[in-house]
T-cell receptor, first 114, second 109 residues
Framework: EAGVTQFPSHSVIEKGQTVTLRCDPI?????LYWYRRVMGKEIKFLLH????????ESGMPNNRFLAERTGGTYSTLKVQPAELEDSGVYFC????????????FGPGTRLLVL | DAKTTQPTSMDCAEGRAANLPCNHS???????VYWYRQIHSQGPQYIIH???NNETNEMASLIITEDRKSSTLILPHATLRDTAVYYC??????????FGPGTSLSVIP
């Protein structure tokens, strides 16, 4: 069974540009989560989808971040326009069912904003 | 909210058991304790979880004290590939994984 995959693995962009990160959850997992770790900080929750609906987006830092999950399969996280402080590692995770279930994480996308 | 405290770092000799402690003194009665680890440049990896009873799987054992205020993750025969940051997590919010700083485990040859 394939795990959670993320694309790209690395991205280097200039301040003000747009970047779109993609996450493909484990097949059959309705729950999809985005987390990120910025330099020197702990991994922080961003948001949670149940199928195509946003269940909780309380961790989204500001309106430059837009997450979508059309069709309830893969998800994208767009940063527009990117700022220097957005640099870090963005992780995606998925789990079965709703409620506290074991979350399986992808390898992350390393974003560097110059 | 239930929170956890862990030592910042630990060393363990290769082949020996690694015992990673975690305090969660404010844990609620129905909250599970989860352990994840993050190996450098990879995403966090689920290890094990438990509620009251001790648990064992192919990766590790989890010992939870009777009062549930602390737990210990045991890697029975640590290898170099077990070098990672280990996170002890107690569910503090619906569906969220709340990561602390974790314990950086170094397995030494």
């Amino acid at each position: 069974e394939a795990g959670v995959t993320q694309f790209p693995s690395h991205s280097v962009i200039e301040k003000g540009q747009t970047v779109t990160l993609r996450c493909d959850p484990i097949s059959g997992h309705d729950n999809l989560y985005w987390y990120r770790r910025v330099m020197g900080k702990e991994i922080k929750f961003l948001l949670h989808f149940v199928k195509e609906s946003k269940q909780d987006e309380s961790g989204m830092p500001n309106n430059r971040f837009l997450a979508e999950r059309t069709g309830g399969t893969y998800s994208t996280l767009k940063v527009q326009p990117a700022e220097l402080e957005d640099s870090g590692v963005y992780f995606c995770a998925s789990s079965q069912e709703t409620g506290w279930k074991t979350q399986y994480f992808g390898p992350g996308t390393r974003l560097l904003v110059l | 909210d239930a929170k956890t405290t862990q030592p910042t770092s630990m060393d363990c000799a290769e082949g020996r058991a690694a015992n990673l402690p975690c305090n969660h003194s404010t844990i609620s009665g129905n909250e599970y304790v989860y352990w994840y680890r993050q190996i450098h440049s990879q995403g966090p990896q689920y290890i094990i979880h438990g509620l009251k009873n001790n648990e064992t799987n192919e990766m590790a054992s989890l010992i939870i004290t009777e009062d549930r205020k602390s737990s210990t993750l045991i890697l029975p025969h640590a290898t170099l590939r077990d070098t990672a940051v280990y996170y002890c997590i107690v569910r503090v919010a619906y569906d969220k994984v709340i990561f602390g700083p974790g314990t950086s485990l170094s397995v030494i040859p």
